[in-house]
């Protein structure tokens, strides 16, 4: 019986590898190109020989665009964005997981039903209200459509959930009003499904590139997604360039998942326990 468990463990092992390794292989392919000289990015078979690694596309792509502008940006509008998500999917979950009252299923399948629809169909809408109020080419442009999260309102409703409403009733006797029992106790409580939807998040705005791209065309505001197509029209000829740029732009939100990963685990299982 233990040796066919081992068996199977080797098995899924092999398995779990063999699909990493596909999975990662773009990867470990655009960093290859990155480090490799422009003469021996295409060469077949291909040779990796250590003493001619260079760093020179990196450092190419600070030279030709305004990249750490753009990292500065980017993080700017995620970080920012990401903190109110938080903030307005905790209230809401909030009221929708301890407040009783008539209509709260029908504007729970509202919001969900917000996660249904594709976000390309709503930036024409978007574009034009943000035009009205003179928003275009600011941080508010960019930050503003990222507010609020139906998904992080969804998810953190359903770690709410988890926790038993007992303690809001002995709260409540106590005298604890709303707001300190969502902050004191609450919120504490929910820092895996925080944590998690915070990663999540980041990495969804970080990876934003239509959006960014139709609100702004100034430098001074403009993400480091759209630093890449920069560098295409740049140097149209040197994949080098444009890998090491895409490996730059992918660093931060590989650790933050490296940092974040257990949290992520945590706040998925235990958000999915209960419905």
């Not at 490296?258 to 958000?271: E, I, S």
Request: with cysteine; glycine share 4%.
């Amino acid at each position: 019986m233990k040796k066919r468990e081992k068996l199977k463990n080797v098995q899924l092992l092999i398995l779990s590898t063999l699909i990493a390794l596909i999975i990662c292989f773009p990867i470990f392919y655009i960093l290859y190109i990155s480090i490799e000289p422009p003469s021996k990015v295409f060469s077949y078979p291909p040779q990796f020989s250590l003493s001619e690694l260079t760093f020179n596309n990196f450092v190419e792509v600070f030279n030709l665009t305004p990249f750490l502008r753009f990292i500065v940006n980017s993080l700017i509008v995620a970080i920012i964005s990401c903190l109110l998500q938080v903030i307005f999917a905790c209230t809401a979950a909030f009221a929708f997981t301890f407040y009783n009252y008539k209509v709260k299923d029908i504007l729970f399948l509202i919001v969900l039903a917000t996660i249904m629809i594709p976000a390309q169909t709503i930036f024409i809408g978007n574009y034009l209200i943000i035009r009205s109020l003179g928003f275009l080419n600011t941080y508010i442009a960019l930050i503003l459509p990222n507010a609020v999260s139906a998904f992080g309102i969804f998810f953190i409703r359903q770690y709410f959930k988890t926790i038993p409403v007992e303690f809001f009733e002995a709260a409540k006797i106590e005298g604890c009003s709303n707001i300190n029992y969502l902050v004191k106790i609450l919120i504490p409580l929910s820092k895996p499904a925080i944590g998690s939807f915070l990663i999540y998040s980041f990495i969804n705005i970080w990876n934003q590139y239509m959006w960014p791209l139709l609100v702004t065309d100034k430098d001074e505001v403009r993400t480091v997604q759209l630093g890449i197509s920069m560098l295409q029209a740049a140097e149209q000829q040197n994949f080098g360039l444009i890998a090491a740029g895409v490996i730059i732009v992918i660093l931060p939100t590989f650790l933050i998942f490296l940092l974040g990963h257990n949290q992520l685990v945590k706040g998925l299982m235990a958000g999915a326990l209960k419905g």
